[in-house]
């Protein structure tokens, strides 16, 4: 099970912060738009699928928490044998 939680973990972990740093990109890109004058319905759009970009990596990184702490407690339980 220890080897599932560790995939687990790094899978959510690298899907999380890509999508984090990608959904701030977008945002800060719809910003820009925003800035140069651009329709609002392109900025609002931009800006509204960065956001949901942004969140996703949130929640993605949430469970990458959530399988650290089982790898901790299932570490904890073994003795700290691998």
Known sequence: MQRNNRTSWFRSGAIGCTLIGAGLSVTLDALAQRLGGADWWIWATEGTAGLVVFMAGLA????????????????????GRK
């Open 60 to 79: 993605f990184f949430g469970d990458a928490v959530r399988y650290r702490v089982h790898m901790d407690r299932d570490e904890e339980v073994s003795g």
